[in-house]
């Protein structure tokens, strides 16, 4: 299975990249400079970035921040950033996935757009026999009812989304435990190799889902011609 290229082409108006490990400011900067380009032209490019993190905590835009436990016994740095949902971690083994998509093409409908991003990662799951699913009432994909295995949080500016997705592919989950991810008491995290019971490679589900969003990006875009 071939790994993403460092910049793919578009096809369909959608232009994936695989960086690697970066810093966290580092993807949130680029994230901002590719949203005020697409705001300044309708005809841009969707665009997803696939990397993994280093050590990072981070909770989004709300003033109950319980979910840090206090915040100052955190092993690793913390952000506040511009998504919804509370606390979660990000770290190396976890497949994450900025979409950059203007929702002007697609309705502004943001339900229908995690919705999409949550049926691609159920769909990605099935390709290495993992049951995924959703929670009623909660987004993000799970396992059975309580295990976790991907997160979702998103950012909108000007109708053009930021931030995305977590995916546990691999790695150490016990950063984890410092917080109360996602503010739910009663979840366990798991990931892709725990539910395998076998080691299983970052790139490789990035292939995977470069495949699948390619494939699926026009089940998002809506036709907004006049009728």
């Known amino acids: 299975m071939s790994p993403p290229t460092q910049t793919s082409g578009v096809t369909s ?16 900067a680029l994230q901002e400079d590719i949203v005020a380009r697409k705001r300044e032209d309708r005809a841009a490019a969707d665009e997803v ?9 981070t909770i989004g835009r709300t003033p109950d921040k319980s979910s840090l436990l206090g915040g100052a016994h955190l092993p690793h740095p913390l952000f506040a950033i511009n998504r919804g949902g509370q606390a979660t971690y990000h770290g190396p083994g976890q497949l ?5 998509v203007d929702l002007r093409r697609c309705g502004q409908d943001l339900h229908r757009y995690l919705r999409w991003l949550e049926q691609i990662l159920i769909d990605l799951l099935a390709e290495f026999q993992i049951a995924g699913a959703r929670r009623d009432g909660l987004t993000g994909v799970w396992i059975g ?11 909108i500016r000007h109708w053009i989304t930021m931030h995305g997705f ?4 691999c790695g150490d989950l016990a950063p984890f435990a410092h917080i109360v991810p996602c503010g739910i008491n009663d979840v366990a995290l798991t990931s892709m190799e725990r539910e395998l019971g076998q080691s299983i490679s970052v790139i ?16 998002l875009h809506v036709d907004l011609a006049p009728t």
């Open 166 to 169: 977590a995916l546990n592919v």
């Open 13 to 28: 108006d959608l232009r994936i990249s695989w960086l690697g490990q970066i810093k966290f400011a580092d993807a949130l």
């Open 49 to 57: 970035l696939l990397l993994e993190h280093e050590p990072v905590y």
């Open 145 to 155: 009812y309580q295990r976790k295995i991907a997160s979702i949080g998103v950012g």
């Open 204 to 219: 490789d589900v990035a292939a995977v889902f470069e495949n699948l969003a390619r494939r699926r990006i026009d089940d």
């Open 96 to 100: 994450m996935g900025y979409p950059i």
